[in-house]
């Protein structure tokens, strides 16, 4: 089992940045896969970033690229989404999620992720 612990959500003005930490239980975290998801009231989760084991492969949606950046840190067992240019379209609650597979391919697919974190909200006003 692994454990996902978010941190780091809030209320931000339009332009302003956040950074997101999710902190992870597993003894071998450098093992798994890890992405960002986020949903906003009344619509779809949605594949934000994600990033491979080693942090060598990166995937981004469209809509953030070249505002946030997805890290981790394998010795701390922390995944980081760092988001600048934040938008009021950015609002919503903002999920930690790891995938056990051994390859290093970064799905956008919810369904490839086993484990999921209790989720923080990120709220953008404008």
């Known amino acids: 089992q692994v454990q996902l612990v978010e941190s780091g959500g809030g209320l931000v003005q339009a332009g302003g940045s956040l950074r997101l930490s999710c902190a992870a239980s597993?003894?071998?975290?450098?093992?798994?896969?890890m992405g960002w998801f986020r949903q906003a009231p009344g619509k779809e989760r949605e594949f934000v970033a994600g990033?491979?084991?080693?942090?060598?492969?990166?995937d981004y949606v469209d809509s953030v690229k070249g505002r946030f950046t997805i890290s981790r840190d394998n010795a701390k067992n922390t995944v980081y989404l760092q988001m600048n240019s934040l938008k009021p379209d950015d609002t919503a609650d903002y999920y930690c999620t790891a995938d056990s597979s051994w390859r290093p391919v970064v799905s956008r697919s919810p369904q490839q992720y086993e484990y999921w974190g209790q989720g923080t909200q990120v709220t953008v006003s404008s």
């Open positions: 597993a003894r071998t975290f450098s093992n798994y896969v």
């Open positions: 990033i491979s084991q080693s942090g060598r492969f990166t």
